[in-house]
């Protein structure tokens, strides 16, 4: 039996959302770490150029967090550095064997660069340009141990992107993650922005600001997320399109919370009833509440399935046309923020399975599955005993 600090301590490492929160933290030690096993693997194996293990490892790791990323330049750093040590090798070759230093190896040497720096500006950009700097480097060496060196220098690199995979897979951190926790804290916050712009009190303008503020944060975070969006399709496999759907849904939610926001300060005191306020209330509360209930979706912390009802109280469009034109047009863009909510929590109940960490998916399906054999034993009518004889 651990001891409870040990498994407490296991229990926010291995947290999603944990691991969100503190994802800076996590990167500066792993990159660390990953810096040390590299200089001590070098040193323990006295490998010549040992210090290009170190150099990949920074180069894969240091400005990459995320796995998919750090896969895709790992894989490109290898296949580059393999492609420019075979060039480079042949160019060694056809010089010291045929070309002799003159005028045709010079030219060769141009074509290849030439070759290399059309490819760099494509799609895989980061593969081609390393290939020309392996194939550099080892021209450049007048040695007699040319091929000793150019060789050690690739196991080197390809040491360090193994080191760095490792350290990936060790300390992992995923677009998917960051997608996901971004899109929830945005939710979250609508939820308490609409709760703080519709509870019917003065907005002052130290509140207003205070509310702007945040708002902005908001949109930061928006910003951020849609950065992510290649590399969660490639860890996920949710299709693009998806992702991108989702993402402009989760735009147009921020943009009518926005709206509201830059509203309320200009909407008139309405003269309604108590019956009427208290519809009002409830429709606004409603929203914060499914508002929150995605993000802890999102969160994996809310087994049920998420329904919201798109239609209009009819009670709500009849106050909507009794109020004045400004809480028209308030009322409407909270309804909007609903739709929108609503479409978003379909597409992540289809694809919950791909964007939930297996650990969390796993607990999931258990605990829906003793729900669903809970409510099949509560329902299952009571045996009936045979009369007497």
């Known amino acids: 039996m651990p001891h409870p600090y040990l498994q407490a301590a296991r229990e926010r490492w291995f947290n999603p959302y944990k691991r969100y929160q503190h994802s800076r933290l996590i990167h500066a030690v792993r990159l660390g770490l990953a810096v040390i096993a590299a200089t001590l693997l070098a040193r323990l194996l006295q490998l010549a150029h040992g210090e290009w293990v170190a150099i990949t490892v920074f180069v894969v790791l240091g400005m990459l967090q995320f796995q998919g990323a750090i896969y895709s330049k790992a894989a490109e750093r290898m296949i580059g550095t393999i492609i420019g040590l075979g060039a480079g090798l042949?160019?060694?070759?056809?010089?010291?064997?045929?070309?002799?230093?003159?005028?045709?190896?010079?030219?060769?040497?141009?074509?290849?660069?030439?070759?290399?720096?059309?490819?760099?500006?494509?799609?895989?950009?980061?593969?081609?340009?390393l290939a020309g700097l392996t194939m550099c480097m080892l021209i450049g060496d007048q040695g007699s141990e040319w091929l000793s060196d150019g060789l050690m220098r690739a196991l080197n690199?390809?040491?360090?992107?193994?080191?760095?995979?490792?350290?990936?897979?060790?300390?992992?951190?995923?677009?998917?993650?960051?997608?996901?926790?971004?899109?929830?804290?945005?939710?979250?916050?609508?939820?308490?922005?609409?709760?703080?712009?519709?509870?019917?009190?003065?907005?002052?303008?130290?509140?207003?600001?205070?509310?702007?503020?945040?708002?902005?944060?908001?949109?930061?975070?928006l910003v951020k997320s849609r950065s992510h969006l290649a590399a969660t399709a490639q860890e996920s496999r949710i299709s693009i399109n998806v992702m991108e759907t989702m993402q402009h849904t989760h735009r147009k939610i921020v943009s009518s919370t926005d709206l509201l926001l830059h509203a309320v300060p200009k909407l008139p005191r309405p003269e309604i009833s108590e019956n009427d306020?208290?519809?009002?209330?409830?429709?606004?509360?409603?929203?914060?509440?499914?508002?929150?209930?995605?993000?802890?979706?999102?969160?994996?912390?809310?087994?049920?399935?998420?329904?919201?009802?798109?239609?209009?109280?009819?009670?709500?469009?009849?106050?909507?046309?009794?109020?004045?034109?400004?809480?028209?047009?308030?009322?409407?863009?909270?309804?909007?923020?609903?739709?929108e909510l609503a479409n978003l929590v379909m597409m992540l109940h289809r694809?919950?399975?791909?964007?939930?960490?297996?650990?969390?998916?796993?607990?999931?399906?258990?605990?829906?599955?003793?729900?669903?054999?809970?409510?099949?034993?509560?329902?299952?009518?009571?045996?009936v005993e045979a009369p007497p004889q």
């Open 90 to 129: 042949l160019l060694l070759w056809l010089n010291q064997h045929y070309l002799y230093n003159n005028g045709f190896y010079f030219i060769l040497i141009g074509l290849l660069s030439a070759l290399a720096g059309w490819a760099a500006v494509g799609k895989y950009g980061y593969m081609p340009m």
């Open 157 to 221: 690199v390809l040491l360090g992107a193994a080191i760095a995979i490792g350290a990936a897979k060790l300390m992992p951190l995923k677009s998917t993650l960051m997608w996901r926790f971004l899109l929830a804290d945005n939710l979250t916050d609508s939820s308490r922005l609409i709760a703080e712009i519709s509870n019917g009190e003065y907005m002052g303008r130290q509140r207003w600001r205070s509310l702007q503020k945040d708002m902005q944060l908001i949109n930061r975070r």
């Open 277 to 339: 306020e208290a519809l009002l209330h409830q429709h606004f509360i409603g929203l914060q509440q499914e508002l929150r209930h995605t993000a802890r979706l999102l969160k994996g912390r809310y087994a049920r399935r998420i329904r919201i009802d798109t239609r209009i109280d009819p009670r709500l469009r009849a106050l909507a046309h009794r109020l004045p034109f400004e809480w028209q047009g308030f009322v409407w863009l909270s309804i909007n923020i609903r739709v």
């Open 351 to 383: 694809s919950r399975s791909k964007w939930l960490e297996p650990g969390e998916w796993r607990k999931l399906h258990q605990h829906l599955t003793r729900q669903h054999q809970q409510l099949e034993i509560a329902e299952k009518p009571p045996a």
